[in-house]
């Protein structure tokens, strides 16, 4: 048998993450990560931390599913990573969360097929609201260039000046990929 690891979080330095971590050794971890840190936030180097040092056969514990994320797109791509490296999951306070049992297993399907449905409807609704807005005249992207344009001229006479590509970013307020742009408009590249 692996190693039980316990992840405790909690959302601002006011908080603190006694009792989850209490429970978690209740529940017989030996390592416990910590994060202060928005559940929002996908990045969290307690967790990255985590889920780098998690090895086949070990057991990954939370105190609740909202310590891990607020999304469950999310859930189910940290829980579908541990599956890949055979670690499991369990859930302290969602007892039905617990993908060391077949029950558990079954529950964490269910989230997974409720994820994708969710990721269908949202990709429905981008698309039905760019199709509303190419009917009212509207396209989305990059406004298209000119060489006329009254920037891309100015930036080519910056640049025959001499002048420093920083410096001419920061004179028209335009990032350096933006002054490529309008010299590539210029056939300058």
């Known amino acids: 048998m692996g190693t039980v690891f316990g992840y405790a979080r909690v959302s601002t330095k006011d908080q603190n993450s006694d009792s989850q971590e209490e429970a978690l050794i209740r529940a017989g971890c030996a390592r416990i990560y910590r994060d202060i840190a928005s559940g929002a ?5 307690g967790l990255k931390q985590c889920l780098d040092d ?4 070990d057991t990954f ?3 609740k599913l909202d310590r891990l994320g607020r999304s469950l797109p999310h859930l189910v791509q940290v829980v579908t990573l541990l599956k890949e490296k055979g670690v499991g999951f369990k859930s302290l306070t969602e007892g039905v969360v ?3 049992t077949p029950a558990g297993e079954l529950i964490f399907s269910i989230f997974a097929v409720l994820a994708q449905f969710e ?3 949202i ?5 039905a609201g760019l199709a509303a807005a190419r009917e009212k005249g509207r396209i989305g992207g990059r406004p298209s260039l000119s060489r006329h344009d009254r920037k891309v001229q100015l930036s080519q006479e910056m640049t025959e000046k001499g002048m420093k590509i920083k410096d001419i970013c920061l ?8 002054y490529y742009r309008y010299l590539k408009l210029n056939r300058q590249i």
């Open 61 to 63: 514990i939370v105190w």
């Open 98 to 100: 617990d993908t060391t």
């Open 119 to 121: 990721r269908g409807l």
């Open 41 to 45: 936030l996908s990045e969290r180097s």
């Open 123 to 127: 990709l429905e609704r981008t698309h």
């Open 171 to 178: 004179a028209l307020g335009i990032s350096r990929s933006t």
């Open 54 to 57: 998690l090895s086949e056969g």
